[in-house]
């Protein structure tokens, strides 16, 4: 009996695993961030505060230009003995005669002031970046020295519409003041009763009179004012070696940038100041 060994083979089972094709790895995009616009409310509000200040520190010398243009009483004297006459005959609250009418509008003057200068940087730049793409519109945009002085000429056309009644009002208390020193007899009891008067003696034109010579006067002098300013920071910046886009100005320096654009501001603005007063 033969046995035959017959030997079962099992093939193998392979798998074969099938390899996916892996996608490529998506680049990583950097997104770069832009820098923050400066906010219209930001301006409004900061502008508002500057105002009063403002008021609060240069209404006394104010009060000594008026009385010198208008040929008031001690117009003759140096601003210092005009600031000295007026606190021995009237006391420190002589100093500040007529001073609810500019603090009363220019806190809201400046801080439409700040408001339209930024409104007019917007408008200038879009008028430069006419014809560009947008990838163009993408790229940060400096404002030349030209722009600037243009934004600023924009900011005091909204600006006279709070101001010319204001001023018409401070002016006609200041030179009270005088004619009372003189012996005459006060017209008006203050702000209220003042404008009240003017009204009704000549309606909002005499209100608004002379409206064309405070445009005259703060069309060229926000143009140096704006332009000394920005001129100033961007140089005390470069003193300091400070980055703009990253970096600030110190108070003390953004003091000074202030103060050299009121001096700018009032040397080419006082022929036509003088002229309103």
């Known amino acids: 009996m033969s046995t035959t060994a017959s030997t079962d083979i099992t093939p193998k089972m392979t798998t074969k695993l099938e390899s996916k094709p892996t996608k490529p790895a998506s680049p990583i995009v950097k997104v770069e961030e832009k820098p923050k616009s400066e906010s219209a409310l930001k301006s409004f509000i900061s502008g508002g505060v500057g105002g009063a200040c403002c008021v609060l520190v240069g209404h006394p010398l104010d009060l000594v230009k008026v009385r010198m243009q208008t040929g ?25 005669r007529g ?33 560009m793409t947008q990838d163009e519109k993408s790229q940060k945009y400096s404002l030349s020295m030209a722009e600037i002085c243009m934004a600023g000429a924009i900011s005091a056309i909204p600006t006279t519409g709070i101001m010319a009644p204001s001023e018409r009002i401070k002016c006609l208390l200041q030179v009270q003041a005088s004619d009372v020193e003189k012996g005459g007899k006060p017209k008006y009891t203050g702000m209220l009763d003042c404008a009240k008067q003017v009204l009704k003696e000549g309606g909002m034109a005499s209100l608004y009179k002379g409206t064309v010579a405070t445009l005259a006067r703060d069309i060229p002098g926000t143009i140096a004012y704006f332009g000394m300013y920005e001129f100033a920071k961007k140089e005390l910046m470069k003193i300091q070696g400070i980055d703009p886009d990253k970096g600030q100005l110190s108070v003390g320096a953004v003091l000074a940038a202030g103060g050299l654009a009121g001096m700018a501001c009032w040397t080419v603005g006082i022929p036509a100041d003088v002229i309103k007063s």
Do not use: C, H, I
């Open 72 to 96: 008031g009483a001690g117009s003759s004297s140096s601003v210092f003995g005009m600031l000295s006459n007026t606190v021995r005959k009237e006391g420190v609250k002589g100093l500040y």
């Open 99 to 131: 001073v609810s009418a500019p603090l009363t509008a220019v806190s809201p003057m400046f801080a439409v002031s700040f408001w339209s200068y930024d409104l007019g940087q917007r408008v200038v730049k879009s008028y430069g970046q006419m014809g």
